[in-house]
DNA sequence: ACATTTATGCAACATAGTTGCAGAAATGTT
DNA sequence: AACATTTCTGCAACTATGTTGCATAAATGT
């Protein structure tokens, strides 16, 4: 609890109730979240408010976008060492066809591409689908 | 002209005027698009039918979705080796930040990529984005 | 405790995509 | 060419997702 309220701190939000729940639902899931995700784990708070509180969270660089084939926004927690001047979330994402569920492979990261004479890369996103642990 | 015909038949497709205008309005663009995109360049059209013929189209291996950081669907043509059956487009996408145009780089093929025992990867998705050759 | 700034909740709106169904067009058969 | 069958198209209505404006509530700094 303190411990959100650090998280919040340091990255220059004011610490409310809703936004620790909504980090404690990132802790727990452990996994890409949307908007409709956190809506239905709590239903009390307003759907407006979760839509602000997840771009607020993605701006100071707590949690990260993660992009993957369906067409609704996911999100998930970012390294300690994001903030709102940068995020440094270069890991591939692995999707489970089976499960659906959508993960960071926080470990592995986007290996460099060569391109053609006149592209400049400024990041990317790597998602892999297949069938997950669990599913296997 | 028969061309098109010709390309909607082998994917086991009728062929009908909208579907061969959306096929060439993806020739003469070059780049992933939208549904919003094609509206806007056949306004004549309905709606409903342009998002059945963009489903139809991909189901049957003559376009496929580009995933980027939008949440818009994009799509762009297939190589020739697609059908209903069976998509091959494991290439590299590219996203201009100042264009905002999505293009396939279908030489460049997305590397393997070894995970931790337990995931077996079907396919992936690799965006890059940065600064493209006509706005560098 | 007070002033200032920022967050929340509600209503209304905007955009993206889906479903059902009737009439039109494409295809296969005679 | 005419017909029967299948599939496509257009319209209406609906669902899902995301946004904006504004008044009130809560957090922060003094
Ligand atoms: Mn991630
Ligand atoms: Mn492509
Ligand atoms: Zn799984
Ligand atoms: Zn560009």
Redesign the interface.
Known sequence: MADLNHILKTHGLRTTAIRREVMQYFLNEGKAVSHQDVEGAMPKADRVTLYRTLAALEESGIIH?V???D???KYALCGTECSGDHHHDNH?H?KC?RCNDTVC?ED?K??H?????????????????????SC?
């Open positions: 976008q992009i993957d084939d067409t609704v926004k591939v692995f066809e492979l592995i986007i290996p591409i060569n391109l053609p004479q006149g592209y400049s890369v400024d990041s990317g996103n790597l998602l892999l689908m297949g069938t997950c642990k296997a």
